[in-house]
């Protein structure tokens, strides 16, 4: 398997392979291009976002800045709104479903790197896929940690460091992230 798809199938890999540091380079260039983008040419950072994401649906909207690794591994449904300021680090799939608000500040860490101090050291690494259900809110300076599924209509309160998954229709908070509130 060549380092890409062992990144892709969440085995251990060496980020500094040549082809996945191209490709990490090509989408830093769009990024700087969308970061930089006059606020009103709304076509052009339309055509770019879509450029840097894998899929996105209609009603798609990122408010610059916006970071991420590879941005092909982003999916995104209709009507998803990204405020200010977020990291995707989409080592691996980060798949969002239809109407969700991702407020300022938030992280998504699929990529993670192996508690073994000397493969770390080696510089290996690897990634576990995120999930976020539908008409999920995320609110600002969450983090949503490796492997982590959000259920439909599911509220994740500001803050919250979210190491585990959570079914659809609770309010979490916390770190690390509990059940708050079951909304129905």
Same mark, same amino acid.
């Given at each position: 398997?060549?380092?890409?798809?062992?990144?892709?199938?969440?085995?251990?890999?060496? +980020?500094?392979?040549?082809?996945?540091?191209?490709?990490?380079?090509? #989408?830093?260039?769009?990024?700087?291009?969308?970061?930089?983008?006059?606020?009103?040419?709304?076509?052009?950072?339309?055509?770019?976002?879509?450029?840097? @994401?894998?899929?996105?649906?209609?009603?798609?909207?990122?408010?610059?800045?916006?970071?991420?690794?590879?941005?092909?591994?982003?999916?995104?449904?209709?009507?998803?709104?990204?405020? @200010?300021?977020?990291?995707?680090?989409?080592?691996?799939? #980060?798949?969002?479903?239809?109407?969700? @608000?991702?407020?300022?500040?938030?992280? @998504?860490?699929? +990529? %993670?790197?192996?508690?073994?101090?000397?493969?770390?050291?080696?510089?290996?690494?690897?990634?576990?896929?995120?999930?976020?259900?539908?008409?999920?809110?995320?609110?600002?300076?969450?983090?949503?940690?490796?492997? #982590?599924?959000?259920?439909?209509? %599911?509220?994740? +309160?500001?803050?919250?460091?979210? %190491?585990?998954?959570?079914?659809?229709?609770? #309010?979490?908070?916390?770190?690390?992230?509990?059940?708050?509130?079951?909304?129905?």
């Amino acid at each position: 398997m060549t380092e890409k798809e062992k990144m892709l199938a969440g085995e251990l890999y060496q +980020a500094a392979d040549p082809e996945l540091v191209a490709e990490r380079l090509h #989408v830093r260039r769009l990024i700087k291009l969308f970061n930089d983008s006059d606020p009103g040419d709304i076509e052009f950072r339309i055509s770019l976002a879509r450029k840097i @994401f894998g899929k996105a649906g209609k009603n798609f909207w990122v408010e610059p800045p916006f970071y991420c690794d590879y941005g092909s591994n982003i999916e995104v449904g209709d009507d998803v709104f990204f405020n @200010f300021n977020c990291v995707v680090l989409d080592v691996c799939k #980060v798949i969002l479903g239809d109407r969700v @608000f991702v407020a300022p500040n938030v992280q @998504f860490y699929p +990529a %993670t790197h192996p508690l073994d101090p000397v493969k770390r050291g080696e510089m290996w690494e690897y990634g576990k896929p995120i999930s976020i259900g539908s008409d999920v809110w995320i609110g600002g300076s969450a983090v949503l940690c490796p492997g #982590v599924t959000i259920g439909a209509r %599911t509220v994740v +309160a500001a803050g919250a460091v979210v %190491t585990k998954s959570f079914p659809a229709d609770v #309010v979490i908070g916390g770190n690390p992230a509990t059940v708050i509130k079951h909304l129905v």
